[in-house]
T-cell receptor, first 114, second 110 residues
Framework: GAVVSQHPSRVICKSGTSVKIECRSL??????MFWYRQFPKQSLMLMAT?????????EQGVEKDKFLINHASLTLSTLTVTSAHPEDSSFYIC??????????FGPGTRLTVL | TQLLEQSPQFLSIQEGENLTVYCNSS?????LQWYRQEPGEGPVLLVT?????EVKKLKRLTFQFGDARKDSSLHITAAQPGDTGLYLC??????????FGAGTTVTVRA
């Protein structure tokens, strides 16, 4: 299957700082990538759809100025959590659409905001 | 409310037993995916079903898509401890979007 990587795998930061998470498609090009958030023992919640070369589409209730998404190339999308607060602590997962509706997921990034 | 209702939420069985996880909705999906996720990792794709009534087998795992493309099931035969994990179904109604079920946590005891 298609391989999607994420970096970093875990990050701890102080409240008020910004954190950037990278999502890369390693063996294919992805015009569309997705960013999800997952709380402990819960399912995935779609935050936004990242489209190469255009603005991201955010789900209702997700602040676009808080979660900045950039999809500058066909293999890289980045999520920047700006002015992070403890309530932003979560497991962030990206995915890439290969063909049809199927998505392949990255390994996730554990963000802890102190 | 979730678009896809998964049941049961938790399942704990002994090694060698069979189990079935259900994914139901009142909506029609163009396709449905099943994923397995282990703690601290991203979901791993198990299968994609597209055609109503479709049955796919992956070793001891059997996936079924309902005739009306509103529901699906995952059946595991002779479960092993390695099958332990969070099983997620996800349906596609519109291009570019998946709606996830709440997940079923499966624990297989040795």
């Amino acid at each position: 299957g298609a391989v999607v990587s994420q970096h970093p795998s875990r990050v701890i930061c102080k409240s008020g700082t910004s954190v950037k998470i990278e999502c890369r498609s390693l063996d294919f090009q992805a015009t569309t990538m997705f960013w999800y958030r997952q709380f402990p023992k819960q399912s995935l919640m779609l935050m936004a759809t990242s489209n190469e070369g255009s603005k991201a589409t955010y789900e209702q209730g997700v602040e676009k100025d808080k979660f900045l998404i950039n999809h500058a190339s066909l293999t890289l999308s980045t999520l920047t959590v700006t002015s992070a607060h403890p309530e932003d602590s979560s497991f962030y997962i990206c995915s890439a659409r290969v063909q049809g509706d199927t998505q392949y997921f990255g390994p996730g990034t554990r963000l802890t905001v102190l | 409310t979730q678009l896809l209702e998964q049941s049961p939420q938790f399942l704990s069985i002994q090694e060698g037993e069979n189990l079935t996880v259900y994914c139901n909705s009142s909506s029609v999906f163009s396709s449905l995916q099943w994923y397995r996720q282990e703690p601290g990792e991203g979901p791993v794709l198990l299968v994609t079903v597209v055609t109503g009534g479709e049955v796919k087998k992956l070793k001891r795992l059997t996936f079924q898509f309902g005739d009306a493309r509103k529901d699906s099931s995952l059946h595991i035969t002779a479960a092993q401890p390695g099958d332990t994990g969070l099983y997620l179904c996800a349906g596609a109604r519109r291009v570019n979007k998946l709606s996830f079920g709440a997940g079923t946590t499966v624990t297989v005891r040795a």
